[in-house]
């Protein structure tokens, strides 16, 4: 493993574990004005689609071809059918202990506080026809489902307010950094969460029905945007760093065959083949980037056979093999030594024992 790579991965695991989130409380919402953003960083202003809100992250809006997932965010699911809706109803405990059953991940299921957010979201978009849409950053602009990676803005009393960081102001999200922090709203997302813990709203009162682990998948996630954070400041752009799922990865690792890179994305499948195992890092919809075992203890002490959906940095030279299906040239990295990889799975995790995945199409 690279050792700048090593070292930041272990302190910040520590800072996780020590650093305490320090606002000031406060009796009511309060937005926040947005300042204007780069050029590069707005996707345009669209008029909202005539019934706008699918749940508490799901907007719609006019002239995309794919709907968007708000960053920053992730709502509790809505009741899309009577059943699960009679069973949260008649016996809340085991109505979540049956949704969550055997994973080893928090799960996401539809909940009362679900409903709540779907109603906070359409109440927050009354009146409103016109919205402004902006990245996180210029490369990160679709997620896998091919959905795009947006912050939501609206101009209400002269002011851009991001319903992104209001959802979690209003308790109905927690900061979603699952995949990372928000470059451009981490401050805000954290000052808002943490007045919404104080106040007791939403997932944080304790007399509503919602998800009951919260401690857990918000432990889980920060741990992986320590990861992100680690790899983006150990191997940056200008130093062979890819991050695979930016819009240029494909052509920054073309450009780079033959050469040595580090490489960070999710176990998106493992595949077994007649030759070697292929760990297929995550990319774009029909498009991953295979990580070749042929040697099956490197495999298995590298761990990733647990580590589906998580996140993976590796190391290698790419090279490009001849896909006969497809009849293209396409890329991949050999792995010969389990150094070459580290990941989120934990290091005791069984060597063969699958991850679940948890709430996999967030």
Not at 175 to 183: D, E, L
Not at 262 to 291: C, F, H, N, S, Y
Request: overall charge neutral.
């Amino acid at each position: 493993m690279n050792r700048r790579f090593a070292i930041a991965v272990v302190l910040l695991w520590a800072l996780v574990a020590c650093q305490p989130v320090v606002v000031e409380a406060a009796a009511k919402i309060a937005a926040k004005p947005v300042s204007a953003p780069d050029a590069g960083l707005v996707i345009g202003e669209f008029e909202l689609a005539s019934e706008p809100v699918v749940d508490g992250d799901t907007i719609k809006v006019m002239g995309l071809d794919k709907s968007l997932r708000l960053l920053g965010i992730d709502a509790e699911e809505t009741f899309k059918n009577e059943a699960d809706r009679l069973a949260s109803s008649q016996d809340w405990e085991l109505y979540l202990k049956n949704k969550r059953h055997e994973s080893l991940r928090p799960v996401k299921m539809a909940t009362p506080l679900g409903e709540e957010a779907k109603a906070f979201a359409k109440e927050f978009f009354k009146g409103v026809t016109k919205v402004r849409l902006e990245r996180d950053h210029t490369q990160e602009i679709r997620d896998r489902y091919h959905r795009y990676l947006a912050y939501i803005l609206v101009e209400r009393d002269g002011q851009s307010l991001n319903y992104n960081v209001e959802c979690v102001r209003a308790g109905l999200s927690p900061y979603f950094m699952k995949y990372g922090y928000a470059r451009r709203y981490h401050d805000a997302f954290v000052t808002a969460a943490a007045e919404a813990k104080m106040a007791g709203r939403g997932i944080w009162d304790a007399g509503k029905q919602h998800y009951p682990d919260y401690p857990e998948r918000l432990a889980w996630w920060e741990a992986r945007a320590q990861f992100v954070q680690a790899f983006e400041r150990a191997h940056p752009d200008s130093e062979g760093g890819v991050v695979l799922s930016r819009a240029d990865a494909e052509a920054t690792l073309r450009a780079a065959v033959g050469k040595e890179v580090w490489v960070l994305g999710t176990v998106a499948k493992i595949q077994e083949t007649k030759g070697p195992t292929l760990v297929l890092l995550g990319m774009r919809p029909g498009l991953d980037l295979p990580l070749v075992f042929f040697d099956k203890g490197v495999l298995l002490n590298s761990r990733l056979l647990a580590a589906s959906g998580e996140f993976v940095a590796a190391r290698g030279v790419v090279s490009l093999y001849k896909n006969q299906k497809r009849q293209s040239e396409e890329l991949q990295i050999q792995i010969l030594d389990p150094g070459q990889v580290t990941s989120t799975v934990a290091k005791d995790a069984p060597m063969e024992a699958p991850t679940a995945a948890g709430d996999a199409d967030d």
